[in-house]
């Protein structure tokens, strides 16, 4: 017997209110939630158009948990973005050693809000595509690989569009770093 694929949204509304409450007792913020929801029933609708899935709900709930080890994982190794080479003033390596910094001071709460407001600003100038494969690899850890698997573009042209995106963070957020750490 041929199995065919499932309706996805007949899928949606049968396992999501389960599904939902499973994320959200293993994760904290409800933002997350609802972006591996999201990642789940997305890699189940392009799964299951290639290779139709026999049992759904365990497919579903195996995805979900894998889903929240791999963003736990991320978060553990690095919660903010690494560069790979630093400028010749070594700005990059001093605000990435700010952000990681886990003292809990007023002060070191401030400057990292001020520097993610601006990077969050900076990221939306971006074109989208370099926009994407940043907080794709840099914020959801995702590999070139998996992304190039994901969606059809070359890992070169991935790493091209990264290496654009980080010259352009780094130029456009250069003066907030220089005012924060001469403060």
Not at 5 to 21: C, G, H, I, K, S
Not at 27 to 55: M, N, Y
Not at 82 to 88: A, F, M, R
Request: glycine share 2%; hydrophobic share 40%; aromatic share 10%.
């Amino acid at each position: 017997m041929e199995l065919r694929p499932n309706d996805p949204a007949e899928v949606f509304e049968r396992y999501r209110r389960q599904l939902r409450a499973f994320i959200a007792r293993r994760v904290d913020s409800v933002s997350d939630v609802e972006d591996i929801l999201q990642e789940v029933f997305l890699r189940f609708v392009q799964t299951d158009a290639a290779t139709p899935i026999g049992q759904v709900a365990a497919w579903l709930f195996r995805a979900a948990r894998n889903r929240i080890i791999d963003r736990s994982r991320k978060r553990r190794e690095t919660a903010y973005p690494v560069c790979e080479q630093d400028d010749e003033t070594g700005l990059v390596s001093e605000v990435t050693a700010l952000l990681a910094d886990d003292r809990d001071t007023p002060e070191i709460r401030y400057m990292r809000a001020l520097v993610w407001e601006e990077l969050e600003k900076a990221l939306d100038e971006l074109p989208e595509p370099q926009r994407e494969v940043f907080y794709l690899t840099e914020i959801e850890g995702f590999s070139f690989r998996e992304l190039a698997e994901d969606t059809g573009i070359p890992v070169a042209t991935l790493l091209s569009r990264k290496h654009y995106a980080v010259r352009y963070l780094r130029a456009r957020l250069a003066d907030i770093y220089e005012a924060l750490l001469t403060e």
